[in-house]
């Protein structure tokens, strides 16, 4: 067998499936995503003093990345549920954006990652803020969203480069 990287969620036949994870050893796991939203200034202020017309997007958007973590498996075909896991996101404005900063934390104690689950997290809570502030700005953009650390698990600590 080959040290080749390989994908885990297709057998050998090349037909997706979902990875058997029953004889993985139960570990402390952790994963960290970010992403980001750049809007027009007046946009921006607009969130931050909470004038949109749809309300105060921030903490709406916050509860709706925690939301979308823990429901990761119904969004994504082939990932485990993973009941109790925690989801925190912060949502940090930025005026040299200008725009807003996501970041997820995932933690959970199992035979499988959380990698997913923090990047689902961001995604949503940063769709949330595009859908609460479009009336002022169509223009907005998403972007560099990805995974900074995953810790737990028979691969140990990832950091992603600087």
């Keep these: 067998m080959s040290d ?35 809007m027009a200034e007046k946009t921006l202020d607009a969130l931050i003093d909470g004038s949109l017309e ?39 404005p930025d005026p040299s954006l200008p725009g807003v900063i996501a970041r997820a934390e995932a933690r959970y104690r199992g035979r499988t990652g959380v990698e997913m689950e923090a990047l689902t997290a961001v995604s949503v809570a940063l769709l949330t803020l595009y859908d609460m502030a479009k009336a002022l700005d169509r223009g907005m953009v998403i972007e560099d969203i990805r995974l900074e650390l995953k810790e737990g698990g028979a691969s140990g600590r990832w950091e992603a480069p600087e």
């Design 4 to 38: 080749e990287p390989r994908l885990t969620h297709l057998d050998e036949r090349g037909v997706a499936r979902m990875v058997d994870v029953t004889s993985k050893e139960a570990t402390t796991r952790r994963a960290v995503a970010r992403g980001q939203i750049r």
């Design 54 to 92: 749809k309300g105060e997007a921030l903490p709406v958007a916050r509860l709706a990345g925690i939301q979308a973590g823990k429901r990761t498996s119904d969004l994504i075909p082939l990932c485990h549920a993973l009941p109790g896991a925690s989801i925190t996101v912060e949502l940090n």
